[in-house]
């Protein structure tokens, strides 16, 4: 392993142990925070039981729903927008201001929509995840060179074959940032949607413990996402590495 | 070593194997306020098959437009493209390989796979692509380096990837858009053997772009110079080498003499360009 890379684990590792020992020696009060070993306890006796395992299948499986819909349809509506530059054009302030609209307010609109189902909770998802998309897109079609598009023609590809074979790895370095923003995003959307109106899910499952102050169930349900999260992270952050040393645009 | 001959449709004798008859380019203004920019012609000129010619002219005289209306990339705004006694529309013809000015290869390609890329669209069976990427690597001195990304590479060497997968679909005519731009001295010398190397085995028809004239002189049957924009040629220079030749022409006198016309055809040009760019 690489000098950064013990120094990162010397940093999560302190951290981890600073909490353990404020909390075991009782500077804080257990009500408030767990020591870590006994958050991994719990999670373990909880798997183990199989008690949280149908909210981990519905969680991960609305994340990974609303993470595939924003991927795909980010880079389908980027290919789109970007062929039609008097759109891209109209659309672009919409585009740059979108974050700042909380999608959550739209909540009581998609039930009525959707009704009470997974379905609002993967919208939510991907409507969070999916205009990240669509901006790597455009930037990355934006820097496809030239000269591979004249290649593609020289080949007489059509331009479905050209947008797959040429287009899209072209782009991938630029696709990476808005696919790892759909990750996050995706996670993000799904489980506080899972907070506030859900029968079930990781979201729903740490509101319950909250309420009924159930503090090793509740952490164990954090630390959980939490690793679920920096894994899958860490898993594109590797991809990514692997595909920018290819291209010698590592650092 | 050899590669396939080329085996084209017939031509009747006499007919060009490529020719542009009355081609201008222009290109409208960005806005209304300016006026359009007329890069090019009219043009005409006849390739004969086989051979070898190149356009040398002045920067911005649209020798990279005259280029890419003989691919087919662009369209003429006036006048008429035909390669093999048919007209070129718009879209590049069956038979035509273009080798560009700027690094073309694939960089998430392995230099074998971006080598093998024209045979896969056109649907080759795996053996045949095989045989003939491993020829043309081979052929280009990148056998060694199969397996290699092109980021791996130096510049030239991914000049020679793109070389290979042009050459590999065995195109009856070869457009290269100075392809040795980005090359030290004695590598486009060498480089330049292996293009003529190339032109024999193959019989292909080659046009050459490039602003060195010693490059120009050294390599073709023929060479075109244009005037500055918009591009018309101005003079016609046949050197009058034998097919069998190579870089060590340079020392023939000859060759003094062809570069002084190419020279004193272009310096005025040349100068108008200069001028034209402040």
């Given at each position: 392993?690489?000098?950064?890379?013990?120094?990162?684990?010397?940093?999560?590792?302190?951290?981890?142990?600073?909490?353990?020992?404020?909390?075991?020696?009782?500077?804080?009060?257990?009500?408030t925070?767990?020591?870590?070993?006994?958050?991994a306890?719990?999670?373990?006796?909880?798997?183990a039981?199989?008690?949280?395992?149908?909210?981990?299948a519905?969680?991960?499986?609305?994340?990974?729903?609303?993470?595939?819909?924003?991927?795909?349809?980010?880079?389908?509506?980027?290919?789109?927008?970007?062929?039609?530059?008097?759109?891209?054009?109209?659309?672009?302030?919409?585009?740059?201001?979108?974050?700042?609209v909380?999608?959550?307010?739209?909540?009581?609109?998609?039930?009525?929509?959707?009704?009470?189902?997974?379905?609002?909770?993967?919208v939510i998802?991907?409507?969070?995840?999916?205009?990240?998309?669509?901006?790597?897109?455009?930037?990355?079609?934006?820097?496809?060179?030239?000269?591979?598009?004249?290649?593609?023609?020289?080949?007489?590809?059509?331009?479905?074959?050209?947008?797959?074979?040429?287009?899209?790895p072209?782009?991938?370095?630029?696709?990476?940032?808005?696919?790892?923003?759909?990750v996050?995003?995706?996670?993000?959307?799904?489980?506080?949607?899972?907070?506030?109106?859900?029968?079930?899910?990781?979201?729903?499952?740490?509101?319950?413990?909250?309420?009924?102050?159930?503090?090793?169930?509740?952490?164990?349900?954090?630390l959980?996402?939490?690793?679920?999260?920096?894994?899958?992270n860490?898993?594109?952050?590797?991809?990514?590495?692997?595909?920018?040393?290819?291209?010698?645009?590592?650092? | 070593?050899?590669?396939?001959?080329v085996?084209?449709?017939?031509?009747?004798?006499?007919?060009?194997?490529?020719?542009?008859?009355?081609?201008?380019?222009?290109?409208?203004?960005?806005?209304?306020?300016?006026?359009?920019?007329?890069?090019?012609?009219?043009?005409?000129?006849?390739?004969?098959?086989?051979?070898?010619?190149?356009?040398?002219?002045?920067?911005?005289?649209?020798?990279?437009?005259?280029?890419?209306?003989?691919?087919?990339?662009?369209?003429?705004?006036?006048?008429?493209?035909?390669?093999?006694?048919?007209?070129?529309?718009?879209?590049?013809?069956?038979?035509?390989?273009?080798?560009?000015?700027?690094?073309?290869?694939?960089?998430?390609?392995?230099?074998?796979?971006?080598?093998?890329?024209?045979?896969?669209?056109?649907?080759?069976?795996?053996?045949?692509?095989?045989?003939?990427?491993?020829?043309?690597?081979?052929?280009?001195?990148?056998?060694?380096?199969?397996?290699?990304?092109?980021?791996?590479?130096?510049?030239?060497?991914?000049?020679?990837?793109?070389?290979?997968?042009?050459?590999?679909?065995?195109?009856?005519?070869?457009?290269?858009?100075?392809?040795?731009?980005?090359?030290?001295?004695?590598?486009?010398?060498?480089?330049?053997?292996?293009?003529?190397?190339?032109?024999?085995?193959?019989?292909?028809?080659?046009?050459?772009?490039?602003?060195?004239?010693?490059?120009?002189?050294?390599?073709?049957?023929?060479?075109?110079?244009?005037?500055?924009?918009?591009?018309?040629?101005?003079?016609?220079?046949?050197?009058?080498?034998?097919?069998?030749?190579?870089?060590?022409?340079?020392?023939?006198?000859a060759?003094?003499?062809?570069?002084?016309?190419?020279?004193?055809?272009?310096?005025?040009?040349?100068?108008?360009?200069?001028?034209?760019?402040?």
């Amino acid at each position: 392993m690489t000098r950064a890379g013990w120094i990162r684990i010397a940093i999560v590792l302190g951290a981890v142990a600073a909490l353990e020992v404020t909390t075991r020696a009782g500077w804080i009060d257990p009500h408030t925070i767990i020591p870590p070993t006994a958050m991994a306890a719990a999670l373990a006796g909880l798997i183990a039981s199989g008690a949280i395992l149908p909210d981990i299948a519905k969680t991960l499986s609305n994340v990974a729903a609303a993470f595939v819909l924003s991927v795909g349809g980010g880079f389908l509506l980027g290919l789109l927008i970007h062929a039609a530059p008097r759109l891209r054009r109209a659309l672009d302030p919409l585009l740059a201001t979108y974050y700042a609209v909380p999608f959550f307010v739209f909540y009581p609109l998609l039930i009525v929509v959707f009704g009470m189902s997974d379905l609002p909770i993967i919208v939510i998802g991907f409507l969070f995840g999916v205009v990240a998309m669509i901006i790597a897109t455009l930037n990355g079609l934006d820097r496809v060179p030239r000269v591979a598009l004249k290649v593609a023609r020289l080949a007489r590809m059509d331009p479905v074959s050209t947008a797959l074979v040429i287009k899209f790895p072209a782009a991938v370095p630029h696709l990476f940032t808005g696919i790892k923003l759909a990750v996050a995003y995706s996670f993000i959307g799904v489980i506080a949607s899972e907070f506030i109106l859900s029968g079930a899910g990781l979201g729903y499952a740490i509101a319950y413990a909250y309420n009924n102050f159930d503090n090793p169930r509740m952490y164990a349900l954090m630390l959980f996402i939490l690793v679920s999260v920096t894994a899958v992270n860490m898993v594109l952050h590797g991809f990514e590495q692997r595909m920018l040393r290819r291209r010698g645009l590592s650092r | 070593m050899t590669l396939a001959a080329v085996a084209g449709p017939g031509l009747r004798a006499g007919e060009a194997h490529a020719a542009l008859r009355g081609v201008t380019r222009v290109f409208p203004p960005a806005d209304r306020r300016q006026a359009p920019v007329h890069a090019l012609g009219p043009v005409d000129l006849d390739l004969a098959r086989g051979e070898f010619f190149a356009v040398v002219g002045p920067s911005g005289c649209g020798k990279s437009t005259l280029l890419e209306i003989l691919a087919g990339l662009a369209a003429p705004t006036e006048g008429e493209v035909v390669f093999e006694g048919a007209p070129v529309r718009g879209s590049p013809p069956d038979g035509v390989g273009v080798v560009f000015q700027e690094d073309a290869s694939f960089p998430w390609l392995t230099v074998w796979d971006n080598v093998a890329f024209g045979l896969r669209r056109a649907g080759t069976d795996a053996a045949e692509t095989a045989r003939r990427v491993d020829h043309a690597l081979g052929f280009m001195g990148l056998a060694g380096f199969a397996r290699a990304y092109p980021a791996q590479l130096s510049g030239g060497m991914r000049q020679r990837v793109c070389i290979a997968r042009t050459l590999v679909l065995e195109p009856r005519l070869i457009l290269l858009d100075e392809p040795f731009g980005a090359l030290d001295q004695q590598t486009r010398l060498l480089m330049g053997d292996e293009l003529l190397r190339l032109w024999r085995d193959t019989g292909a028809t080659i046009l050459l772009i490039t602003h060195a004239l010693d490059e120009a002189a050294m390599l073709s049957d023929r060479i075109g110079v244009m005037s500055a924009r918009p591009g018309r040629f101005i003079d016609m220079v046949a050197t009058g080498w034998p097919r069998e030749r190579d870089s060590t022409i340079v020392a023939d006198a000859a060759f003094g003499e062809v570069t002084a016309r190419l020279w004193s055809s272009l310096r005025a040009e040349s100068l108008k360009a200069l001028g034209g760019e402040r």
